[in-house]
């Protein structure tokens, strides 16, 4: 099925421990996101690429590395993983940088650290 | 400082019912609003979206209205279904964000039958 594929959906860290977030878009969508959703709050933007070979801060960028490897993916990295980055991963793409033609997201990765 | 707001947790409805989900909103350079649906241990979907130039916007059981003065919005839904049942999220952008969405917190939508 043509979506949004994350890897992997389930995954437990010890702080201070790294990882990589993937994230695969196969609708030719130029626009991908990386968001964050914690208990009581609304989607929080990690890091976007508008376009391939391009990445920006999003509103919550701290302790996060992205790479838009190519087209089709866009990896999240937590390098020293913190309790406080304990979350459910969202990875998302969209035709464009324009949100209003709506996102298609992956069904995320829940990430404990411990 | 909460940008966009949902401030009903949760809303049980009566199956065949009207659902009215609200959203407030802070800032007024917000020129367009998106609803999205989510189910448990999925990504939140696309239902419908509003620009900031109309006051309402129809998707078959799906209604979007606006209130510019009030920098208000709400989705009706009629009628309600059981598997309407979800986490609805507000969201609205701008271009003078460079069109990153801020999101609400959610609103549990629970379908009683």
């Known amino acids: 099925n043509a979506g949004v594929t994350q890897t992997p959906k389930f995954q437990v860290l010890k702080t201070g421990q790294s990882m990589t977030l993937q994230c695969a878009q196969d609708m030719n969508h130029n626009s991908m996101y990386w968001y964050r959703q914690d208990p009581g709050m609304g989607l929080r933007l990690i890091y976007y690429?508008?376009?391939?070979?391009?990445?920006d801060k999003g509103e919550v960028p701290n302790g996060y590395n992205v790479s838009r490897l190519n087209k089709r993916e866009f990896s999240l990295r937590l390098e020293s993983a913190a309790p406080s980055q304990t979350s459910v991963y969202f990875c998302a793409s969209s035709i464009i940088q324009a949100a209003n033609y709506g996102y298609t997201f992956g069904s995320g990765t829940r990430l404990t650290v411990v | 400082d909460q940008q966009v707001k949902q401030n009903s947790p949760s809303l049980s409805v009566q199956e065949g019912r009207i659902s009215i989900l609200n959203c407030d909103y802070t800032n007024s350079m917000f020129d367009y609003f998106l609803w999205y649906k989510k189910y448990p241990a999925e990504g939140p979907t696309f239902l419908i979206s509003i620009s900031s130039i109309k006051d309402k916007n129809e998707d078959g059981r799906f209604t979007v209205f606006l209130n510019k003065s009030a920098k208000h919005l709400s989705l009706h839904i009629v009628p309600s279904q059981p598997g309407d049942s979800a986490v609805y999220f507000c969201a609205a952008g701008s271009g003078d964000s460079n069109y990153q969405l801020i999101w609400g917190a959610g609103t549990k939508l629970i379908i009683k039958p």
């Open positions: 690429s508008a376009s391939e070979g391009t990445t």
